[in-house]
């Protein structure tokens, strides 16, 4: 996921997921775009149950109940949908409440979870993460006096509206001309 990630296709699909407006005015086909990243997504969906199936050994309704695809969401939700840490991040309160409490109330748990992220880090835990790290890449720019555009807004608001510094004149050279 990484790898797709950093590549053109995968910079392509963030951008548009950001702004779908100015990734158009980049030339960028959106709809196409958008479609292909359906289809591929359909096809790793597809090969995922084949080999759970593969797994385990028969096809089980008892294993695709309602409770565990409102899980898997809230699972999304709470760990964010923008970062790979925060789906494992996830993962684990999901699991861990499944361990911790009895099964009607790991649901109720984490749902309520779910609802208080929602409310207080509508990225998720995983966003929250990302922007933590942003903090303390933009403190350690600003303390070193690198100016970093994308970091200046959350360290340094002035940064960006910084003033550059004047350019030194061009020495002017008279005589040997034409």
């Known amino acids: 996921a990484t790898s797709l990630r950093r590549s053109r296709s995968g910079r392509v699909l963030i951008a548009i997921r950001e702004n779908e407006d100015a990734t158009r005015a980049y030339g960028v086909g959106v709809t196409q775009a958008k ?24 096809f089980k309704q008892a294993l695709f109940l309602p409770e565990e695809s409102v899980a898997t969401f809230i699972g999304a939700v709470v760990g964010g949908l923008a970062s790979l840490p925060g789906a494992v991040i996830g993962a ?36 929250a993460l990302v922007r933590l790290r942003d ?21 340094d ?20 001309g034409r």
């Open 135 to 155: 903090l303390l890449l933009a403190g350690l720019a600003r303390r070193r006096n690198i100016v970093v555009p994308s970091l200046s807004e959350l360290g």
């Open 35 to 58: 479609l292909a990243a359906f289809a591929v997504s359909g096809a790793i969906a597809g090969a995922a149950g084949g080999v759970y199936t593969l797994h385990q050994g028969a």
């Open 157 to 176: 608001p002035d940064a960006l509206h910084a003033e550059a510094p004047e350019p030194e004149p061009e020495p002017e050279f008279q005589g040997g």
């Open 92 to 127: 684990f309160v999901l699991r861990g409440t499944g361990w911790l409490l009895p099964p009607p109330w790991n649901l109720f748990a984490t749902a309520a979870g779910a609802l208080i992220v929602l409310l207080v880090m509508p990225d998720g835990v995983g966003g």
